[in-house]
């Protein structure tokens, strides 16, 4: 988390409503990255196991797909909102520094 404020800092030089600018974006560009991984290889995990239960056992995890899948996402969405909020949070700057 302190890297985000890190380049936030670089990228602004000084500026102290740049910061907080780049703070917030580069927050949200990490976050749909985590998102998006953790979202495929959950996809790719539960496409694995449907195949894996339909060979093994004759149950109902095709119609279920959509409902496990949702639960998935919804939780995915949770845990990468709260890192998002905490990484913003933790590096943004309410008060101008004193030069």
């Known amino acids: 988390m302190e890297r985000i404020g890190l380049a936030a800092s670089k990228i602004a030089k000084g500026n102290f409503f740049l910061y907080n600018f780049f703070v917030v974006v580069l927050t ?3 976050s749909l990255f985590i998102f998006f991984i953790a979202a ?3 996809t790719l995990a539960l496409v694995i196991l449907g195949y894996l239960m339909g ?45």
């Open 40 to 42: 495929s290889s959950i």
């Open 55 to 99: 060979g093994i056992m004759q149950t109902e995890f095709t119609k279920r797909w959509w409902d496990i899948f949702g639960i998935c996402m919804m939780t995915l969405t949770v845990v990468v909102s709260v890192f998002s909020v905490c990484a913003i949070l933790k590096n943004i700057k309410i008060q101008k520094p004193k030069e």
């Open 28 to 30: 949200i560009i990490f």
